[in-house]
């Protein structure tokens, strides 16, 4: 029972950008950038040391301004990339750049974890990814499951593949594709495929979500008025490639087959407010997560539409000499979609929800009063699944 | 003892007692004595009983004179003298009426001698009379004898010479009778010769007679069935027909089927004329409606000779009326029928149950061909008379088409009389349950769009006065048909328009009602059938019509929330509203109404279960629920929308020192007034918490610079944490969580707060997106003051307002980048100014 208790950590500022440290898979750690417009930003890197219960967190200066959008390398535990807001006389300008982590600030943290905010180190610029043609930048998505070599960025109406070269040190851009149309269009966020050899991208902009080959650049799908409202995120699932998770204004969370786009696979209408982010596990793509603006946490169990719709096949075989009437009520029960759990610890608006990348019954969750939270999955699901 | 006799002689005169005596004396007188009398009268013994046997004058004597007086025996003198006197006028009466009676015997007896006498010479004579009769007789009969031999004889000749002329006059009797075609004769007298000339076929002459006879009587079966065959021929001559074939020993079951067979193709001709008058398929159908005629004509004897005549067939009327149609199937096809049935039964079954031909199991036979026969046949006047059915689309007047069943199910009962066996009534009842269903079902679709077609009329109702909703003065141009044309003089107020949506809804069902009620009343024939007693009511009507259309209400306002909810609003939200209203409505009442109604007109007999009323009511509430809900979604996306575009639009950091309050907010707060009014015709005001008498003197206290002083204050402070401390300080202050999109109550102001509440959460997101300069916080400040100012009179609770719009100034103050506050009285002067 103590072990789901929640786990809460406060930051100093407001904050709204989360991401868990990709390419760490023994060590429960995510990463948050703060917002803060008079102050020095900063991100944390937040330790979970599951055994314990305890949060060990390191501060890294981040002195470019608000972050917006945060992105963890999967090659390199050390290097990310942020989308920040810088204010220039009087203007305020969205940047991206890529940054390397101090190599000691691991060590550093452990030698005084009580002032790390007196004297915190500073990242460590390895480039910017601005081309001032193509506007300001709303996300930066890592190619998935690669070499680290290569992000997107998106940026106004454009969406940028940048080659990472020289260890990082040097970006180029190496193909772009615009969204033309009437007005001002934006990018409100994507989501790198990692299926098809990693040769897609998803996009959103205002209510229509948009499938990219990264081949081409051009667009294979588009999903007109997915949400009634603006688009906030994507997801892919996992495992099932053609799958698309996507949530909105309209405080819906759809799931979507790109393969039919004229209706959502299906939809949860369980939050009360915008749904500002929705995340599959990378493992259970059954679990998925959303938060939203009424400061909840929404857990669910989309059975139905996920790679395992009848439960762990094999199992049924290994646990059959047992009690099987039990087992069958049991094998047969979990096809029903539903709410897992509703996490309330949240009192502002949730922006941002991540799984951890090296446990995959375990999740934080920012507000924007600063407020991290990092939950499990419930025993007693993670047993259903597994077993 | 002298007492005793005084009384005697006292009552002597008339008495009974008196008479007796006198008879015992009288026999006494003839020696007549009764035996054991004597014994039984001691005294009688006693010699002074005077009466008495033993009487002893003298010892009487010397007693009186011993024992009484002289005047004693005086007395008993004149009494002695009395009696003596007395008996001797008795002795006299009785001597004169023997005497009578004696001489008539003597009379009597000489009288009847002298007859006896006559008598007895007339039977002499009569003996001899007779003696001489009897001699004649004997003597007549000994002489014709003989004559009286050969007569017998003679006659006994002639009967049987008249039979062999018969018989040689049978075959040129018979060519008569057949060119006469007076075949009966002929077969009677065929018949009367029949046996004989089989019997007698030996004889080389017999022989040739019964061969001719046999060749004109077949030659005569030859004619009757080729008469039989001809067809032309009227019923009754058929069943002349028959009946004589039958008696010259044709196979019965070749009969059989021949009748029916001729029955069939006149009954196909009815059939012919029935389907002629089935409106023909449309050109799309055609190919698929002669397949259909191919396959109905298949069981017919000869299909290829229908199918093409049946195509042919010109559509000379097709728009006889259903009644119209099921009359002439009545009195052609079921009557022809019945005829059929009947002749056919009294032929071969009646007939044959009391003739020789019982033997041979015809009447079996030919029952189970009669009952193939009516089956088939019935089955494909069943299949158009389906037909005809089905294309009673219009649900105009119900009346006709029950009165056609009632007279089609009326008409098959005649079936059922005559063939107590045959499904065929079932059938038909079968047909009349479906054609009922249909009906119901018909009826169904026609509320739905009767509902849908208000709908749109009050759609359009919404639309065209929509212009003028401020003007107040609406001309009523939404032309409304139908139920509600009512509203057309008077403004297209929402109260208004909603009373006569429901008015004319309810209207419909009624009148629904009233045609479907037909099918249960007392004069039609099916009405007593366990099916329009029992699950028609209960099923059909209030299931599948009442209860069906209420949940269809229901289910199509959900989709009304469904549908608008992706394309942003394309159901007026006043629609969703009314609707909601309408809901609410039938949940409060009008269900139970319509329930109640439905169960008293129907009587309905639950015997399967049925939707219960509360069930009804709760699918009902929980539409009016959601059209509610998502009313206050969508009016507050709209509000949305507009602060959204403005706080999205607007570069915060370069703009200049607020003057005024920004268009956008005066246009929010108008909208909001609008919708306070459009809800408050609809919906009760509901309860506030609540407030203080002065709310916008506090609103400002709220508001007041030294708190929003602290807040910005802590802005400035390094400590930062101070101000998260702040925040949650303040949630825990409204430690009520704020759900935005949440169910509302049905009432004004929880719609409003609903919407507000949306709004203005909208407004709070946005604005964290945003980075502002100074002015821009100023800006933002002079909004909510102004939206404070006004949306606190609309909500169930004003804190709530206060809370969010505190909470976007704080949010802009943490977005701006030089947040210098605005002096409260600025902003008031500058709010009050606009």
Known sequence: ?387 | MESNMDDEMVSGDGGPGRRRRVHGLLKMYYGLNEEGKDSQEPESLDPCDINGPHFDPEHYLNKLRRECSLAELMDQETLMVKQIRSLDSDMQTLVYENYNKFISATDTIRKMKNDFKKMEDEMDCLSANMAAITEFSASISGTLQDQHAQITKLSGVHTLLRKLQFLFELPARLNKCLELQAYAQAVSSHRRARCVLQQYSHLPSFKGIQDDCHAIMDKLAQELRQKFRDGGTSAKDLSQCVELLLQLDEPAEELCDKFLSHARSRLESDLQGLEAEIRPYPVSAVKDASAHRLSTTAGATSPTHNSPRTSALPSPSSNTDILEFIDRGCNEFVSSLCLVITSYQELFINHAQTGELASKNIPQMANGKLHAFVDDLAARYFSLVERRIQEEKGVGDNSLLVRALDRFHRRLQAVAKLLPGSAVPNKGTEIVVRAATERVKQYLSALQSFYMDSLTDVRQALATPRLSVAGASGTGGGALHGGLASGRDAPNSLPELLSSLSASILNQIKSVLASVHLFTAKDITFSNKPYFKGEFCSQGVRESLVVNFIKFVCQSSRQFCESAGDKGGSTPPALLLLLSRLCLDYETSTISYILTLTDEQFLVQHHSPVTPVTTLCAEAREAAQKLLNHYVKVQGLIISQMLRKSVETRDWVNTIEPRNVRAVMKRVVEDTTSIDVQVGLLYEEGVRKAHSSDSSKRTFSVYSSSRQQARYAASYTPSAPMDTNLLSNIHKLFSERIDIFSSVEFNKVSVMTGIIKISLKTFLECVRLRTFGRYGLQQIQVDCHYLQMYLWRFVSDENLVHFLLDEIVGSSAHRCLDPAPMEQSVIEVICERG
């Open chain 1, 1 to 387: 029972m103590e072990d789901d208790a929640p786990v809460i950590y406060g930051l100093e500022f407001q904050a709204r950008a989360l991401t868990s440290q990709t390419a760490e898979t023994d060590a429960i750690r995510f990463l948050v950038g703060t917002q803060s417009l008079k102050f020095d930003n900063q991100i944390h890197i937040i330790d979970f040391d599951d055994e314990n219960n305890i949060i060990n967190k390191n501060v890294l200066l981040h002195q470019a301004g608000e972050i917006w959008h945060i992105g963890a390398s999967p090659a390199d535990k050390a290097v990310l990339t942020t989308c920040y807001n810088k204010t220039s006389d009087s203007r305020v300008v969205s940047c991206a750049a890529v940054w390397r982590m101090p190599t000691d600030w691991d060590t550093g943290s452990h030698e005084s974890p009580d002032d790390t905010a007196h004297n915190p180190q500073t990242l460590e610029l390895l480039c910017h990814l601005d081309d001032s043609a193509h506007g300001n930048a709303a996300c930066v998505l890592w190619e998935p499951m690669g070499d680290g070599k290569h992000v997107i960025s998106l940026a106004d109406n454009h969406a940028l593949v940048w080659d990472l070269q020289e260890s990082s040190t040097q970006a180029k851009v190496s193909s772009t594709a615009t969204l033309e149309g009437k007005g001002q269009l934006k990018f409100i966020s994507g989501k790198w495929s990692p299926h098809h050899n990693c040769s897609q991208l998803a996009t959103a902009n205002d209510t229509a979500i948009r499938g990219w080959d990264l081949r081409t650049m051009s667009q294979i799908y588009c999903i007109e008025n997915a949400h009634g409202q603006l688009v906030r995120d994507l997801d892919f699932n996992p495992n099932r490639q053609y799958y698309l998770a996507s949530c909105g204004d309209d405080c819906k969370v759809k799931f979507w087959d790109v393969r039919n786009v004229q209706e959502p696979v299906k939809t949860l209408e369980e939050h009360s407010h915008w749904v500002w982010s929705v995340r599959y596990n990378h493992s259970h793509d059954q679990l998925v997560l959303t938060a939203s603006s009424d400061s909840r946490l929404i857990l669910s169990n989309m059975v139905s539409i996920s790679s395992e719709p009848f439960g762990h096949l094999v199992d049924d075989d290994e646990l059959s000499d047992g009690d099987d009437n039990h087992q069958d009520d049991k094998s047969k029960e979990p096809l029903k979609d539903s709410v897992v759990s509703t996490y309330e610890e949240h009192e502002d608006s949730v922006y941002a929800a991540e799984w951890s990348s090296a446990d995959p019954w375990l999740f934080a969750s920012l507000s924007y009063d600063g407020r991290l939270v990092i939950n499990r999955v419930p025993r007693a699901l993670k047993y259903r699944i597994l077993l």
